[in-house]
């Protein structure tokens, strides 16, 4: 096997892709891997689909050390390759998907050690049209705290946590409501005026938001959650319900304005233009759908993670 790291050297609060290095030289010797920091938004997905093209008969484990968005990029340069796999170093401010396999820290996926001794399982990717997300598709409200949230990153000594709250304040204050029609596997499941959907493969978003309690990376289903129309002020009140992931249930104040089905397709029309976040990355659109990719990538799990039983290898 052998091993390629991508950095991200704007991920997170300052450039780590020199102590990424010093790590991996006490690991891996300098003939078993290859080491790319990244110039450009996009910049990974275009290497990693060229290295896999020169290497097609080696089995490579692929390391993606920032952000979600890194994350993102990587996985999409490994589409149509069946002889990679995809590790996630965390240098990112967010980090989002990882907290999948432990809401309290990323720490297990931060050390190379762990990773290139991990074992893999298959994961769902999320599809929409020719691109793909890890972990989570949003849009409306969410997507415009994303917008805020990628300026406020920018500040000094902001963390993706502290970036999200900030941008869901600043993004209150402007238009949060839209028309949505809502298809889920072919059924209407709503229509009318709502704040904000996301679509997602793995549990959390927004730096720590557990915005889908109930899903499973490897179920070959999404789970779609749907906040409708709110006063301004009961929205603000509910949000707490949300972050926790307490908002699905009856007993919460939240669950009259949640609407949370699972499925392997969604369809989202708009009555406008309104921008729609991949893993971080934004777009817009007026109608869109989104597909669950089942088993579709080999995702490495720190060895630790699988000693603690934390995890199962599938």
């Not at 240098?91 to 998907?97: A, I, M, P, R, W």
């Not at 309290?104 to 050690?113: H, L, Q, R, W």
């Not at 997507?143 to 304040?169: C, E, H, M, T």
């Not at 959650?225 to 603000?236: Q, S």
């Amino acid at each position: 096997m052998r091993h390629l790291f991508i950095v991200n050297p704007k991920a997170g609060v300052r450039n780590s892709s020199t102590d990424i290095q010093e790590e991996i030289l006490g690991v891996l010797k300098e003939s078993e891997y290859d080491f790319y920091v990244t110039k450009a938004k996009g910049d990974a997905t275009d290497y990693v689909k060229d290295y896999l093209n020169k290497h097609q008969d080696t089995e490579i484990r692929i390391y993606a050390c920032g952000g979600d968005g890194t994350m993102q990029e990587v996985a999409q340069g490994m589409q149509g390759f069946q002889n990679a796999e995809l590790a996630v170093y965390p240098s990112g401010s967010g980090n989002d998907f990882l907290k999948y396999y432990d809401a309290k820290s990323v720490e297990a996926f931060k050390s190379i050690k762990n990773l290139v001794e991990g074992r893999c399982q298959y994961i769902d990717l999320v599809k929409v049209g020719d691109k793909i997300a890890v972990n989570e598709f949003n849009i409306g409200f969410d997507a415009n705290v994303v917008v805020k949230q990628a300026k406020i990153k920018r500040w000094p000594l902001v963390s993706g946590k502290f970036a999200y709250d900030i941008g869901v304040l600043s993004a209150f204050l402007g238009k949060i409501r839209s028309n949505y029609k809502i298809t889920v596997d072919d059924e209407v499941v709503f229509e009318g005026v709502a704040i904000l959907g996301a679509v997602m493969n793995g549990k959390y978003y927004g730096g720590g938001y557990l915005c889908a309690p109930n899903a499973i990376v490897n179920d070959g289903l999404l789970d779609f959650c749907m906040v409708k129309d709110i006063k301004k002020t009961k929205f603000l009140g509910l949000i707490k319900d949300y972050k926790i992931g307490n908002h699905i249930n009856k007993e919460s104040k939240a669950y009259d304005y949640i609407i949370y089905k699972k499925g392997q397709k969604v369809r989202i029309e708009i009555d406008k233009e309104w921008p729609y976040s991949l893993d971080g990355e934004i777009f817009f659109t007026k109608d869109v759908t989104i597909e669950a990719i089942p088993n579709a990538i080999k995702f490495v799990l720190p060895l630790d993670l699988i000693n603690t039983n934390k995890v199962e290898e599938k």
